[in-house]
């Protein structure tokens, strides 16, 4: 029996601003034994995926950069599909331990903001390369994983950049404790503008309220000048 062909729309890369879309001829066979349709397989595309691998990667990217929602907000691919990148890559990852990794990177992305919901990232800060994405942000579960790598990938790590939170860096001294326990840039900066906030509110106020009094002191001290 000839095979039947199907038409597949698979969302790809942007061509600069311009979003691309590929029209692709999926044969689609019946085994021979069992009559069973099959369609063929696409290499560049998981199963029952409508986006390219290459796709998938650097919305991960994206994501990790930024949150979940600001990504599918520019239309490329929707809030589900990002999640399933997500879940892809995290299952991926989970087969796969760290060589010659010296700095970790231990994060947490939005997976939408104000929400609440977050997952938690491990890279390679040295390579730039993502290690591990869990759903989870759990002590118990992010202990779990990394006590999966081994002793001899732990003893090899000598610095751990993180936030703030002290249940990742009492942690990383638990399990890891001849690693640096270092904070992460982005989030000390966070609590240095939050801490100048706090103290330049009041200072504004107070400068408010002297230029207002001094101009009403300036108003008060002309005298209006009578007509003869």
Known sequence: MHPQNRLHIIKDLSWGD????????????KCEKCQKPFSEEMEFVKERRTYPKRLAIKIVEEVIGDD???????????????ERMLKDASIN???IKPVGLKRLGIDEIALVKGQGKYCVVLVDLDLSKLLMILESRTKEELKKVLLGW??????GIEEVSID????????????????????DRF???IQINRELDLQRKPEKRTIEQKIKLAKNQEEKSVLPVRKP
């Open 164 to 183: 703030l939170w002290k249940g990742y860096k009492s942690l990383v001294t638990e399990i890891m404790p001849k690693a640096q326990v270092v904070a």
């Open 18 to 29: 311009r979003p691309v879309f590929l029209e692709v001829n999926r044969r689609q066979f």
């Open 187 to 189: 989030h000390v900066m």
């Open 68 to 82: 979940l929602s600001s990504v599918a907000k520019k239309g490329i691919v929707t809030t589900a599909e990002i």
């Open 150 to 155: 081994g002793e001899e990938v732990l003893e």
């Open 93 to 95: 990852l989970l087969k």
